[in-house]
């Protein structure tokens, strides 16, 4: 079974500043993961993923995260917040089970960043 | 734009009732996923579909069903509504089943109120 937990519900910053949004995750095999960004009234769109290959992974808008096994662990982050990234972040899990592809998508609770000028 | 289209964007209707959601996936995606986000249960994934077959089952419930058609498109049917069932219900589409690529793009949703 596979699980994902988001760490904060909410998390605010400054224009400017870092972003951290944490996750940590749970499979019984080697996962994909994945962080969607939804944004009010919109549907979810896809920032980054990893898929077994470089650890750190890069995404859109500057985004990054980084895949930590021994942590089970796949943060979020941002060098600098931009009043545009104010939305709501999904972490995301896919397992693998052996030879059946089952493809579908566990969703973490989702965390609410709100950025302040 | 993913490219996903959903119909309607909005449907408002009363407890009992039926509706159908439709979803028209990526030109060239075999696949394809419903998922409800509700503020309780957060998104969930309810049903899957591979070139016409259904893939995998989640949280989806007796009253509702879903079906693929052979030009791809899918309909997420919802019966016996009950006020609970109110939710953003999401299509979403990938090239293939498989998890390794399995990159889902999303449709904007269908926004069910029952009242």
């Known amino acids: 079974a596979q699980s994902v937990t988001q760490l904060d519900s909410h998390v605010s910053v400054s224009e400017g500043t870092p972003v951290l949004l944490r996750c940590n995750y749970s499979s019984s095999y080697s996962p994909s993961l994945f962080w969607y960004v939804q944004h009010p009234n919109k549907g979810l769109q896809l920032l980054l993923k990893?898929?077994?290959?470089?650890?750190l992974v890069k995404g859109i808008n500057g985004f990054e995260a980084e895949f930590k096994k021994s942590e089970t662990s796949f943060h979020l982050t941002k060098p600098s917040a931009h009043m545009s990234d104010a939305a709501e972040y999904f972490c995301v899990v896919s397992d693998y089970a052996g030879g059946t592809s089952y493809g579908k998508l566990t969703f973490g609770q989702g965390t609410i960043l709100t950025v302040h000028p | 734009d993913s490219g996903v289209t959903q119909t309607p964007k909005h449907l408002i209707t009363a407890t009992g009732q039926r509706v159908t959601l439709r979803c028209s996936p990526r030109?060239?995606?075999?696949?394809v996923y419903w998922y409800q986000q509700s503020l309780d249960q957060g998104l969930q994934f309810l049903i899957q579909y591979y070139n016409g077959e259904e893939r995998a089952k989640g949280n989806i419930l007796e009253r509702f069903s879903a079906q693929q058609f052979p030009d791809l498109h899918s309909e997420l049917n919802l019966s016996s509504l009950e006020l609970g069932d109110s939710a953003l219900y999401f299509c979403?589409?990938?090239?293939?089943?498989?998890?390794?690529?399995?990159?889902?793009?999303f449709g904007p949703g269908t926004r069910l109120t029952v009242l």
């Open positions: 990893y898929t077994s290959a470089a650890t």
């Open positions: 030109s060239g995606d075999l696949s």
């Open positions: 979403a589409s990938s090239a293939n089943p498989g998890p390794t690529y399995n990159e889902q793009f």
